[in-house]
């Protein structure tokens, strides 16, 4: 198991910024198992959205189109960290962020590992 553990959420205002992080730990071989981690969003009464990911042998990185140009995906493989930088924020993106990873075998869209969440309310 790897347990996922999401900071960093709050509120701003249009315009502002926020950062990320999501802690990895659990078992070594669990972690290494690992092959995409991504942030994932869900407002109410919408769908969840992956919005970015990050592919961890090649560090290759994805983006929705509502968000390119303004969050960047990042890791930090010695702190098993995952970050998403946040600027330019807009109301639309106020949701429930969640930090999510896959073990190699799987699906980058349907994650094996859920972290609980954080908020992040952008206001006008």
């Known amino acids: 198991q790897v347990q996922l553990v999401e900071s960093g959420g709050g509120s701003v205002q249009y315009g502002g910024s926020l950062r990320l992080s999501c802690v990895a730990s659990?078992?070594?071989?669990?972690?290494?198992?690992?092959?995409?981690m991504a942030w994932f969003r869900q407002a109410p009464g919408k769908e969840r959205e992956r919005v970015a990911a990050?592919?961890?042998?090649?560090?290759?990185?994805d983006y929705a189109d509502s968000v390119k140009g303004r969050f960047t995906i990042s890791q930090d493989n010695a702190k098993n960290t995952l970050y998403l930088q946040m600027n330019s924020l807009k109301p639309d993106d106020t949701a429930m962020y969640y930090c999510?990873?896959?073990?190699?075998?799987?699906?980058?869209?349907?994650?094996?590992?859920w972290g609980q969440g954080t908020q992040v309310t952008v206001s006008s």
């Open positions: 999510a990873a896959a073990r190699y075998g799987g699906a980058c869209n349907i994650p094996n590992y």
């Open positions: 990050i592919y961890t042998g090649g560090g290759s990185t």
């Open positions: 659990g078992h070594t071989y669990n972690i290494y198992n690992i092959y995409c």
